[in-house]
């Protein structure tokens, strides 16, 4: 009687480590493409994405700030759904800005309710064509008795290559800091307070470019007083 008693326990033990074992599986991406990472309306895009098992589903176009732009599929249960094609426009048809959206794919599993959620890849769209150079249309500080503690930001017309600004930034005397990004506005926070009574000349450059490739048409300086 004992030794069934104890191969019924183990059993059960072996039974719940198994159970225990599948309900921590959570669904995984088995594939997933984005043809144009790149696209300048009209030109599409295509996402494809397959489950490893079914779950609900949702893709989604989401902005810089992470808020919804278009949602592009849904369901409730699916595991290889066909591909999905975005044309660079919000849920409403309104094209969007210039600029990097996130792609966020989401899958909820159907029999465990855990999740898988991908928010890796992203794409960019250039709106504005042609060779209509960007500018600077705000920089600040300005003018004189200027705080020892403050950042510097400058503001553009559309969406830039980030990387190409930063390039193109400098400052006068030489200041150590980091730069930063918030939609089209770049900021350089010094690491430390900036010297008294002195002027600062800000310049970007040419090399500063936007998404569509075109630069400054000329170099944008400006200057502040401590």
Do not use: H, R
């Not at 494809?48 to 098992?53: G, Q, Y």
């Not at 409730?76 to 094209?95: E, F, H, Q």
């Amino acid at each position: 009687m004992k030794k069934y008693m104890m191969t019924g326990i183990m059993l059960v033990v072996l039974l719940l480590g198994m159970s225990t074992a599948v309900a921590s599986d959570s669904p995984a991406l088995a594939a997933y493409t984005i043809t144009n990472t790149t696209i300048e309306p009209p030109q599409t895009t295509s996402i494809d994405v397959a489950f490893s098992e079914y779950v609900s589903a949702t893709i989604t176009i989401e902005n810089a700030s992470g808020d919804l732009v278009n949602e592009l599929y849904s369901s409730s249960k699916v595991k290889n759904p066909n591909a999905k094609t975005w044309d660079g426009t919000c849920t409403n048809d309104a094209a969007v800005p210039d600029g990097m959206y996130t792609v966020n794919v989401t899958g909820v599993s159907i029999t465990t309710g855990l999740s898988v959620i991908n928010t890796s890849e992203t794409i960019t769209v250039v709106t504005s064509g042609g060779t209509t150079a960007p500018t600077v249309t705000a920089s600040t500080p300005t003018g004189t008795d200027v705080a020892v503690s403050t950042v510097i930001t400058a503001t553009f017309s559309e969406a830039m290559t980030q990387t190409s600004v930063e390039g193109a930034f400098s400052i006068s005397p030489a200041v150590n800091g980091s730069l930063g990004w918030a939609d089209d506005t770049m900021t350089f926070t010094p690491d430390a307070d900036l010297e008294y009574d002195t002027t600062y000349s800000i310049t970007v450059g040419t090399g500063a470019e936007g998404l569509a490739g075109n630069a400054l048409a000329a170099d944008y300086v400006w200057d502040f007083t401590t």
